[in-house]
T-cell receptor, first 112, second 109 residues
């Protein structure tokens, strides 16, 4: 079954404690992306990757890091989380940037 | 800067009615215009999309109207059903996908 998985689904942490949210896809897609969703702001792109070892900043990259060492995985790293990073995070994948994006189930992050 | 402005924020429609959601964009370099549908607790899913060389695209009860000169595009849901109740996002693409702020649609039975 084609799917995008994210872990963890829910996370409560404290300011400054490094965390990683994983994203994995089994669709052999080249393009992967991370978004955050906040009420009234819609979904905003954090980072995207057109291919392995190629990543680019989206609209709100500050405070986040990503890596794309293999096609199927695209982890989102928060080196020093702050309360303003409390949000719902989605990973998405696609054949290419102009193709339909398939979204994961989301990760709800709370930073205290 | 907000590249895509979506309205209304929320919309209540009676069953069988027409739901209309509008989006306006600023950058003429965008070249793909999708609409995504999101149900509570789920990630967004592609509903319908249009390229700028087409003025209208219809898929079932869903239609996109595109006005390139006005830099506007809209989603029309004909014969709206309670199952259409969801949040709808317009988006624009040029390498990266930029979403509008979303419209929460409620279709009353």
């Amino acid at each position: 079954e084609a799917q995008v998985t994210q872990n963890p689904r829910y996370l409560i942490t404290v300011t400054g404690k490094k965390l990683t949210v994983t994203c994995s896809q089994n669709m052999n897609h080249e393009y992967m992306s991370w978004y955050r969703q906040d009420p009234g702001l819609g979904l905003r792109q954090i980072y995207y990757s057109m291919n392995v070892e190629v990543t680019d900043k989206g609209d709100v990259p500050e405070g986040y890091k990503v890596s794309r060492k293999e096609k199927r995985n695209f982890p989102l790293i928060l080196e020093s989380p702050s309360p303003n990073q409390t949000s719902l995070y989605f990973c998405a994948t696609a054949l290419g940037s102009y193709n339909e994006q398939f979204f994961g189930p989301g990760t709800r992050l709370t930073v205290l | 800067q907000q590249q895509v402005k979506q309205s209304p924020q929320s919309l209540i429609v009676q069953k069988g009615g027409i739901s209309i959601i509008n989006c306006a964009y600023e950058n003429t370099a965008f070249d793909y215009f999708p609409w995504y549908q999101q149900f509570p607790g789920k990630g967004p899913a592609l509903l319908i999309a249009i390229r700028p060389d087409v003025s209208e695209k219809k898929e079932g009860r869903f239609t996109i109207s595109f006005n390139k000169s006005a830099k506007q595009f809209s989603l029309h849901i004909m014969d709206s059903q309670p199952g259409d109740s969801a949040t709808y996002f317009c988006a624009v693409i040029r390498r990266a996908l930029t979403f509008g702020s979303g419209t929460r649609l409620q279709v009353q039975p």
